[in-house]
């Protein structure tokens, strides 16, 4: 979201019962946030923009009967949020199951088994089985780059990555192919990654991939200790 | 009170899971005091008996042996436990699901294309299925426990909640691979 700088002013709504102040502009993530409250999230990255793709971080909000992925919806006064109910944990669980389901995802033999933010909030919400079939998919591994390797059948379609290579590196040597579930994180125009021109091999998509799709060669996601390595790129940046 | 009548059955798995079963060391006595167990891969029962209690499975089903296996455990057992990430959802033993659908293709690549002599599929074994299943997509499953393996103290947390007539809730407490 962008601050206007002068023209903001502070909005208030309640969040689970707790009157809070939040900015206009803000998102009711971002306001929940700042106020202590965790709203669980998987496509949402700090500092780069949202797209709400994943409807993981959904909340409920008094007096309209559907749902709103907290990361794209701003803030308004007098809102009355709920980011916690059975109905939501309902919800959430669906959505994790559907991406789960879409590919093999195999934590035994992930590179990110351990420090993967899918597995982990899958743990949290208690989604200890799938309840649809499950997608077996034989991407081809993409190992042509150097540094860096790309497992598709491990994506998600968060587009953390795509939106961190255009917004934080500036280059977007990444973007979308196809639609979907069909839909591919491609390099260039679908080169092999190795032959992308545009890329400058920084690896700020293999730090904001939340599973263990992007990654770099040779080591356990657990030891390139690279969580939340963009928020601090884009905090300094910031001069905060 | 009577015993409870345990089963422990070894589906397409490592036998990972029935060694994490074994690693909860001294509580498997405890539970020994609760427990009979009445078909195990550490048991000499030839046929999977009648009137189970609750039956722990590990593995996917992969052939169609296991396919009938899982058919009768679920007609004989009141309380049906995917233990693993195999039976659970697939796990490695699926992961054959990506590249074939086909049971001889698989034997091909294992004893025909990998092997340097007798280059020759086995003939006295259980046809493969085409794909590797879950249990869920075969029978009803009552619980899940997922891990590769899960660990033992969660096994030995679910047991006793069984025990206890308790359904287990694992929100937190378990972790896929």
New interface residues.
Partial sequence: MVEMVGLSKPIELTIDGRKVVAKEGETILEAAKKNGIRVPALCYLEGVSSFGGCRVCVVEIKGSPRLFASCVTPVAEGMEVLTDSERLRRYRKWALELLLAER???????VA??SCEL?QL?????V????I??E???YEVDLTHERFAYDP?RCILCTRCIRVCDEVEGVHTLDLMLRGKNSKVVFDLDENWGFAQSCTSCGKCSAACPVGALYVKGKPLSEVKKKDLVSFIIERRSGK | MAKVRLATVWLSGCSGCHMSFLDQDEKVLELAEKIELVYSPIADVKDFPENVDVTLVEGAVGNEEQLELLKRIRRNTRILVALGDCAVNGNVTALRNSLWNSDEEVLKRAYVENASINQAAPKQVPKLLKRVLALNEVVKVDAYVPGCPPSAELINQVLNELLEGKTPVLEGRFKYG
């Fill in positions: 093999p995802h195999v934590c035994s033999v992930c088994n351990g597995q899958a743990t949290e919400l208690g200890d089985h799938l309840r079939g499950r077996w998919t034989d059948n």
